[in-house]
């Protein structure tokens, strides 16, 4: 493969037609939204509770990372079974579907990021179906800016390429990173929304204190909209899930996840659905009406 200059100078080719341009979800414009890794191998009847929530909460946004194999997989579209789901999914106007790659903490080659990236962006191509994603989700994405702010560099390059491939086929491309903890000011020159949290609930013994740190330069408190939460082994009840996700909502905080599954125990973090997920939807539905009718009142 080239090198990076070489592919970001590269114009990207579609074969379908430019279709009208979507816009990424605007930040707490529909409040809150639900990120759920859908990690989840679409068989049959394998996402039926992602659509029923979809469909039942037409008010509550939901993006959805969409992962076939660690990335999109070899081939250049989905296998059937992902094809038909993802197609279904794209129905629903409160759903946004961003595509998974990682980078190894910034130290995976780039260029296998991007090619990834760009094969995403090729699903619009897709002629049978509607099976386009709306942008991508890095995981394993750097947190510290490295020497010579080189990590900086790194997101930099792949968010302006992720930007532009993904606009040649009517799409913003809607970036997500996950550092899984707070991160740079600067970071977010070079991402729409960034995962400040992903951790145990356990550890989250002071929820107030999440979001802060001594460190000025850090992002705590600034850009809350595009903070995005994932919580894990979460082992309280659906009462207590509803505090929990009252009080992330009433932060203003742009995407959260909350699941039981322990990946201590084996189970991964999202290779299936938590013991509360429709409670959880419904309180996230609620929380954010909550939140509107306050702005309202003030």
């Known amino acids: 493969m ?4 070489e592919i970001l100078a590269a114009p990207f080719i579609c074969c379908t037609g430019r279709r009208k341009l979507k816009p990424s ?6 409040g809150t939204s639900i990120l759920f890794p859908l990690y989840i191998y679409p068989d049959p009847g394998c996402w039926d509770r992602v659509f029923t929530a979809v469909s039942r909460h037409p008010m ?22 992902y094809t038909d789901a993802i197609a279904k999914l794209n129905v629903y106007k409160n759903v946004t579907l961003i595509g998974y790659v990682h980078s ?32 991508i989700f890095v995981d394993e994405a750097p947190g510290e800016l490295g020497e010579g702010k080189i990590n900086l560099g790194y997101l930099k390059t792949l968010h302006a390429h992720t930007k ?23 970071f977010y020159d070079y991402a729409d929304s960034i995962v400040s949290y992903e ?9 107030d204190t999440l979001f802060t740190s001594s460190d000025k330069q850090m992002s705590a408190g600034v850009n809350i ?9 979460f082992d309280g009840s659906s ?13 203003g905080i742009g995407e959260v996840y909350v699941t039981s599954c322990d990946p201590g125990k084996g189970e991964g973090d999202y290779s299936r659905y938590s013991e509360h997920w429709e409670d959880f939807v419904a309180e996230m539905e609620r929380a954010n009406e909550a939140a509107l009718l306050d702005d309202d009142e003030m």
């Open 164 to 186: 532009r491939v993904f606009q040649e086929v009517g799409l913003q491309g809607y970036f997500v990173t996950n550092p899984g903890k707070i991160v740079s000011k600067a």
């Open 60 to 81: 509550q946004h939901f993006t959805l990372v969409i992962n076939p194999n660690s990335g999109p997989g070899p081939e250049k579209f989905p296998d059937a079974e």
């Open 225 to 233: 909209d595009r903070q995005a939460v994932l919580i894990h082994s």
């Open 25 to 30: 979800k605007p930040s707490n414009s529909n």
């Open 104 to 135: 190894s903490y910034g130290e995976r080659d780039l260029t296998q990021v991007i090619a990834e990236v760009e094969r995403y962006a090729a699903w619009a191509s897709y002629s049978d179906l509607d099976i386009h994603v709306d942008g």
């Open 199 to 207: 951790a145990s609930f356990k550890t989250m013994i002071f929820p």
């Open 239 to 251: 009462r207590k899930q509803g505090e929990l996700v009252q009080m992330l909502v009433k932060k």
């Open 2 to 5: 080239g090198s990076i200059l």
